[in-house]
């Protein structure tokens, strides 16, 4: 079992930048391979990024490649999520998930271990 609390969400302006942190407590934090998700209010939950157990294989959703970054340090059971140029269509809850499947496909694994969220809003 590993809990996961996310941490780094507020209140930015478009263009700004913002790194959340994932802290994982519990079992080994390098079994589990990670990602992001977000929910933005009235729309589904929505995969961002995600990244193998030690971090050498990551995976982007279109509309973020290149603006944001997946990273972990499994020394200190964490996983972050750089996001630079932020716009206000990334305005949602952000939410990290551990799942023990191996493979790439990290958006359509079944993640059995999610934090509570961060809040991200981005003002236009």
């Known amino acids: 079992q590993v809990q996961l609390a996310e941490s780094g969400g507020g209140l930015v302006q478009a263009g700004d930048s913002l790194r959340l942190s994932c802290v994982a407590s519990g079992r080994r934090f390098s079994v589990y391979a990670m990602a992001w998700f977000r929910q933005a209010p009235g729309k589904s939950r929505e995969f961002i990024a995600g990244t193998s157990q030690i971090g050498t294989v990551t995976s982007y959703a279109d509309n973020v490649r290149g603006r944001f970054t997946i990273s972990r340090d499994n020394a200190l059971n964490l996983l972050y999520l750089q996001m630079n140029d932020l716009k206000s269509a990334d305005t949602a809850v952000y939410y990290c998930?551990?799942?023990?499947?191996?493979?790439?496909?990290?958006?359509?694994?079944?993640?059995?271990?999610w934090g509570p969220g961060t809040q991200v809003t981005v003002s236009s």
């Open positions: 998930a551990a799942t023990r499947a191996g493979g790439r496909d990290f958006e359509n694994h079944e993640y059995e271990h």
